[in-house]
């Protein structure tokens, strides 16, 4: 597996997530905590819970319709 360290994006966009994680409820993060592992298991690598939430969004947004 690569480490996460590898993973990370820049600082700007790691910084204004942080504080998104921060508004996450319990339920969730444990969630997202599960996506994350079933990530890791599929693709063989770590990946941070910024990285599984953007992934996660960005399904929503092609996925769930807007109007």
């Known amino acids: 597996m690569q480490p996460e360290s590898a993973l990370k994006g820049d600082a700007g966009s790691l910084t204004r997530r942080k504080m998104n994680m ?5 339920q969730n993060l444990k969630a997202l905590e599960s996506i994350k592992r079933i990530i890791e298991i599929e ?6 819970l910024d990285q599984t939430l953007d992934r996660v969004l960005s399904h929503y947004r092609t996925h769930v319709p807007f109007g």
């Open 22 to 26: 921060e508004k996450i409820s319990k």
């Open 43 to 48: 693709e063989e690598r770590d990946v941070t």
